[in-house]
């Protein structure tokens, strides 16, 4: 470089350098002279004004979750939080007050519009917060988040130095829906931000809450942004939006026929699932009894009972010891047994034989449900009446116990489906005894999931392949639209 052109830069730079120091030294003499920031405009005397400069988080988007047709199943709308303005020097446009300096006709008129709020306490951080010459406060549980409309009843109330910051929250429209699988999220005031509480709102935080961003501005004593001082350190990345397999018309039916069944049985509870058998896709997913996500405040259960509740299935479990039969082979096709009651021992070889009734064997003698008895019928019949004795005549004579254990297994009970996001209980075999053998059979002795069961089911109505049952069907980037995850 020759020294003609360094000589050059040389004076490029003072000369940048220069023209920066005149314009900070016009800023000062400016405001020195005229008492208002040259950028801004703003007085500087203006009681409005303060110098405390504020570092803070700009929260990020929560994603959306949306069913199967884009219907929107959890969503993020604008809430308002109350904030009091204390500061005495603060008046309206008429030259009234325009600050709190009764603390107890504050609470008082607040508690008429808001009645799940705590009186006495509102009043008491009103009072601490003057005490302690603060500008403004927050006043907290109940006066938070609040919907539009309750905010638009508060400011028509008009009541001195009660003002508004607006926030989000999370919504959910047609809550309740799916409750204990979508869960619910809410603002966490250690993490300062929404996040996920329950279901897949908490299991999918990562993909749906974002990444939040840095700011610092200086900040007028009505606790606004003074224009021309704002500096974005970080700018936040919102959350992706996850797309469920769930179909919103089903779902809305089967929440529907949960709560008639709950009522017209006198029923604790009841479940429903709906699955696509040649996708795995599930459709619908309900349990009872249920809450109301836009407010969980009364959670009748945390446990996901189609995933994390074991429980003997019953006749159910019927199907698959004719499935085992059919496939191994052995399956005793337009033949006849004997239903009503079925006694057994066992012999040394450890085989179930079956004997008289009303012979001692020390065995608990079976039973078809309800007392019935059948008579002799074939073994189509017995599937068709769900004879318990049919099960037992097949896995004591046709069935043997290598192969309808292997099968258990194949068919996927008592092991994690692996169901993404979704939380599960493994269940247990239990087919050691003869007994435990036998009754396993119809559905008792072993306990398994729901969830489990109509993976095992999706074998027998799609020609023999089992699908993996699942929920999320792809989470995407909200604004470029690009699939992150597919499941």
């Given at each position: 470089?020759?020294?003609?052109?360094?000589?050059?830069?040389?004076?490029?730079?003072?000369?940048?350098?220069?023209?920066?120091?005149?314009?900070?030294?016009?800023?000062?003499?400016?405001?020195?002279?005229?008492?208002?920031?040259?950028?801004?405009?703003?007085?500087?005397?203006?009681?409005?004004?303060?110098?405390?400069?504020?570092?803070?988080?700009?929260?990020?988007?929560?994603?959306?979750?949306?069913?199967?047709?884009?219907?929107?199943?959890?969503?993020?709308?604008?809430?308002?939080?109350?904030?009091?303005?204390?500061?005495?020097?603060?008046?309206?446009?008429?030259?009234?007050?325009?600050?709190v300096s009764d603390p107890e006709k504050t609470a008082r008129e607040l508690k008429k519009l808001l009645p799940d709020i705590d009186e006495k306490q509102v009043a008491e951080i009103l009072k601490k917060a003057i005490r302690n010459e603060q500008m403004?406060?927050?006043?907290?549980?109940?006066?938070?988040?609040?919907?539009?409309?309750?905010?638009?009843?508060?400011?028509?109330?008009?009541?001195?130095?009660?003002?508004?910051?607006?926030?989000?929250?999370?919504?959910?429209?047609?809550s309740p829906f799916a409750s204990n699988l979508i869960g619910f999220a809410a603002y966490d005031e250690d993490e300062q931000k929404i996040a996920g509480k329950l279901g897949l709102e908490e299991s999918l935080d990562d993909y749906l809450s974002g990444e939040d961003g840095r700011i610092q501005y200086q900040q007028m004593v009505d606790g606004s942004l003074l224009p021309g001082t704002l500096n974005v350190y970080k700018e936040a990345v919102d959350g992706d939006d996850v797309i469920l397999t769930i179909d919103s018309n089903l779902q809305s039916i089967v929440e529907t026929q949960l709560q008639a069944t709950i009522a017209q049985n006198n029923a604790q509870s009841a479940w429903a699932i709906v699955v696509e058998c040649e996708t795995g896709k599930i459709l619908a997913w309900g349990s009872y009894p249920t809450f109301d996500q836009n407010h969980p405040t009364e959670i009748p259960t945390y446990q996901n009972a189609l995933s994390q509740m074991n429980l003997e299935p019953g006749s159910v479990m019927k199907p698959f010891v004719y499935a085992t039969a059919i496939d191994t082979g052995v399956y005793p096709a337009g033949q006849s047994y004997t239903a009503g009651s079925f006694t057994y021992t066992q012999n040394g070889a450890g085989k179930i034989i079956r004997v008289a009734n009303g012979t001692d064997t020390g065995y608990p003698v079976i039973n078809d449900a309800l007392g019935e008895n059948f008579g002799v019928i074939t073994f189509e019949q017995g599937l068709a009446f769900s004879s318990n004795i049919a099960i037992c005549e097949l896995l004591a004579n046709y069935v043997n116990y290598d192969q309808f254990s292997s099968y258990l297994d194949k068919f996927g009970f008592y092991q994690y489906v692996d169901i993404p996001f979704v939380p599960e209980q493994q269940g247990v075999k239990n087919i050691q005894s003869a007994s435990d053998y036998l009754s396993t059979g119809f559905g008792q002795a072993s306990s398994l999931t729901i969830l489990q069961l109509v993976q095992a089911y999706t074998a027998i109505f799609n020609d023999g392949k089992m699908m993996k049952p699942y929920v999320v069907d792809e989470i995407v980037n909200p604004h470029t639209n690009q699939v992150v995850e597919k499941y």
């Open positions: 470089m020759s020294v003609k052109e360094t000589n050059r830069k040389i004076r490029a730079m003072l000369m940048v350098m220069i023209v920066s120091a005149i314009l900070v030294s016009a800023n000062i003499v400016y405001t020195m002279t005229t008492h208002h920031h040259l950028w801004s405009g703003q007085d500087v005397l203006n009681s409005q004004i303060r110098s405390s400069i504020v570092n803070t988080s700009v929260e990020a988007s929560r994603g959306n979750i949306y069913d199967r047709n884009g219907n929107i199943i959890a969503q993020e709308i604008p809430a308002y939080t109350i904030v009091a303005y204390l500061d005495d020097s603060l008046v309206d446009e008429n030259g009234d007050p325009d600050y403004q406060t927050e006043l907290g549980t109940g006066t938070k988040r609040l919907d539009k409309s309750v905010m638009e009843e508060i400011r028509k109330a008009n009541i001195p130095g009660i003002g508004f910051v607006e926030a989000t929250k999370r919504e959910y429209p047609s």
